[in-house]
């Protein structure tokens, strides 16, 4: 295999110089840059070793390794001065040679370098490899399959007892139309260690699980989330030792349509529950059932819109008879029925049921709880359960 080099410097003694020092192998590829044309072109340099002579740039050179940061830099320097070693490795590159380096150190060096180099190569190739089968997402590092993920990690975080926290976020019915993904996740992204996750579980709506953290350090780092983000988003906060799977998103998406409700205003509180206090209680009903076909009819008509003929052979179908709501899923060989009720209107009651009988369920929720986020990510959740049964089922 044929390693990539770039030299970049304005001295033009300096390539013949380095070039000497190295073992070049005859597949090996050599580029020579000055640092105008590195500037420029700095976005086409991909999978290789940058060796840049520092001593034309002097500080400058910060912002060519800044540029270069996903290709492995060596800094060639007259001075050995170790505060000035430091300064440039603290800024990304990933050494620094001398003249007075031996031909063996240098060679060292840019093979350890070169070992870095392939290493990013192979993880490019297994990103490529999760995109591609949508493990993962195309621009940031976020999971799609997020129950495949939390199955696996909530397994680790048992057995070793690992404290740590899961977050629901998700926009309110407003702000969701004034963020992008790529927003609210870079803004994750930017605040959370490498070995937290982030997971999609809906459109702009995520699950982020912190390791070896406790919930009072969970909601610390999602301050610093919310100051980064132009819009309200909300979170809720679960510890994650010792529960299972379906009980931690349950709580989970609990706490965070707590969070939206606490945050409801007045008026928004009145149009569900006080102008139900009326004395006539036909009237009463007709106003709560009013309310709740309010919320309810719109969101089924937009999962209707996102899903129709997008789900290979699965039909997305509404049904509403006497204050019954139903959301129905039909494949060739399978079933699936959401339905809606609230029989004392005081609560919600949410069912979902399969034609096998498999993973059915009931969700009651508060009647001045239930919102619409909260509708679109229950049957956001039932929708990709029926997925993965039909899926299962054609295998």
Known sequence: MSNKIILASDDVDFFEYIIQKLKIRKSDEIYRFNYESLIKNYQLIDSSLVILNSEVLNGDIYEILKLLENNPCIVFALNDNDEIKNKFLKKGAVDFITPFNTDEDIQIKVNKALKIVSLLDKNKYYRKFLENNNFISKYNEVYID??????????????SSIPSVLVAISPNEKSKFLLSSNQIELAILSCIRKDDILMTYAANKYFLLLY???????KNIWKKIVSKVPEKIYAGFASVLYKKREHLINEVLNRLHEAINNEKSLETNKDFSDSFASINFKNYKQEYEKNLEKIIIPVFYQIQQKYNNKLWGINVLQEVENGVYRLLLKSKYRNGELKITSPGFSKVLIDVNYSNKSNSQRISIESDEFEAGFLEDVIEQFISDFKREVEDGNT
Do not use: F
Request: aromatic letters at 4%.
């Open 212 to 218: 070896n953290t406790n919930v009072e350090a969970a």
């Open 146 to 159: 997020y129950k495949l993920i939390l199955e696996m990690e909530l397994e680790r975080i048992n057995e």
